[in-house]
């Protein structure tokens, strides 16, 4: 009886361990899931909190919209009330973004501010899945949406997203049009369109991202680099059609303008220029200027096609990214939104630094506590040396981030090992597949 009771007393415990081997998953699940559904509520609930302010970079794009078919589309500012007294801004974009934003003119106000909202975060929600998507090609497109709604709400705290979205900003729509576009996931329904057709849409509505047709070329993808190009003059010829004053005007003279987007000593501007002037104390030499932008143009395109080629798309995507941001004549800090991909790649790459997933969250930390804006005087950034590696912070981590990619190809140049799991994304057919 001892040992029938023995056996049966072994059998309950299985039978337990068996439940409790089954229960955990599931608690894990219904933890996860609860997680993902709080992190997804309060970002919504944030977007619409934001919209119910006044988002002024929104209300620039909507005037714009309002004047793009008229002669004033690049004299007309804002209103000063809704500046607070100050001078009002103007538009800034080719015009081209204007006509994009002309049904959004004939929203009310409000109305038009939770659409875009919404539009930014669903944006915000599909950069980090395609980001997760591209760092690891072999998961499932299930399990990285899931993980990216799981971390929703961390990333939308990231300063450059949650600038973006307070501001009523499009760059977040532009890392989308991207990423999409070289990562070769750009669809209208079930078809895949031609790569080049996002980076010439992106580039017809902010110019920034006609710096990654360089890299098109440089990695020897001239029939996508020939579609990026035709794609942004089809869309700015389009809109010269349309609007040939505005057109007119902005590509003959207000594209040499760059003072026109606002005060370039901004602690936000994040950008050579800047950070120059500030490590200087004034506006830095024009030939100095000159050389080093040259020199961060050509090495950062060069260095972004040896680690495409070499290391994986999507790293060469990031450097040419960071490259753009530090040349460019104005890089606020809401322009970083291309940190998004740049933490997938740390965190998750089979490709990424050793202790990688410690450099993403180094990255993050300082994402989110913002420290740019932490200097006593956000007007010039000036001061010791604490205020001035917290004031260009920002521009700092793009270009410890070049020199660190520089410094890892060579070290695996140096010593190769054979690559046992090749990312799909560096074949076109694959891609495809995937």
């Known amino acids: 009886m001892q040992s029938v009771g023995g056996i049966g007393g072994v059998g309950q415990v299985t039978s337990q361990a068996r439940l409790g081997e089954g229960a955990w998953p599931r608690a894990t699940s219904w933890i996860l899931g609860a997680l993902t559904t709080a992190s997804v ?16 970079d929104f209300d620039i794009y909507r005037m714009g919209a309002g004047h793009v078919f008229g002669s004033d589309l690049y004299s007309v500012r804002l209103s000063r009330a809704l500046m607070g007294g100050s001078p009002g801004m103007r538009f800034t974009y080719p015009p081209f973004a204007a006509v994009l934003f002309v049904p959004f ?9 939770v659409l875009w909202s919404l539009l930014n975060l669903a944006a915000l929600f599909a950069v980090a899945a395609l980001s997760i998507r591209a760092a690891r090609p072999q998961w499932s497109r299930r399990t990285a949406w899931g993980i990216a709604a799981l971390a929703l709400l961390a990333v939308l705290r990231l300063n450059p997203d949650a600038l973006t979205l307070a501001l009523g900003q499009v760059n977040i729509v532009i890392v989308l049009l991207v990423l999409a576009d070289l990562t070769c996931v750009l669809r209208v329904g079930s078809r895949r369109l031609p790569t080049g057709i996002g980076v010439g849409i992106a580039a017809a509505v902010k110019l920034t991202p006609l710096i990654f047709i360089p890299l098109l070329l440089l990695t020897r993808q001239f029939r996508a680099a020939a579609t990026a190009i035709g794609t942004f003059l089809l869309c700015s010829l389009g809109t010269f059609a349309v609007a040939p004053h505005s057109s007119w005007l902005y590509w003959s003279t207000e594209i040499f303008e760059d003072r026109r987007s606002g005060n ?20 830095a030499a024009p030939v100095l200027l000159g050389i080093l932008a040259a020199f961060f143009a050509c090495g950062g395109l060069v260095l972004a096609a040896w680690a495409y080629r070499a290391s994986s798309p999507l790293l060469g995507i990031l450097v040419c990214a960071a490259a753009g941001l530090i040349i ?13 991909p740049l933490l997938a790649w740390l965190a998750l790459a089979r490709d990424r630094p050793p202790a990688g997933h410690w450099w993403a969250l180094a990255l993050a ?15 010039t950034g000036y001061g010791g040396p604490l205020v001035l590696l917290a004031g260009n912070s920002f521009f700092l981590a793009m270009v410890a981030f070049l020199v660190l990619t520089a410094v890892l190809l060579t070290y695996r140049a140096r010593s190769p090992r054979p690559r046992t799991d090749p ?4 074949d076109p057919a694959s891609r495809m597949a995937a």
């Open 328 to 340: 460019s004549p104005v890089s606020w800090v809401h322009h970083y939104a291309w940190v998004v």
């Open 41 to 56: 509520g309060v970002a919504v609930a944030l977007a619409l909190a934001e919209a119910t302010g006044h988002q002024i």
């Open 264 to 283: 370039l000593r901004y602690i936000s501007d994040q950008n050579l220029a800047s950070a120059l002037q500030r490590f200087t104390g004034g506006p």
């Open 105 to 113: 003119s004939w929203l009310p106000v409000r109305a038009g501010q």
């Open 423 to 426: 990312s799909p994304l560096s």
């Open 365 to 379: 930390v300082l994402l989110w506590a913002a420290p740019v804006w932490w200097v006593p005087d956000p007007q």
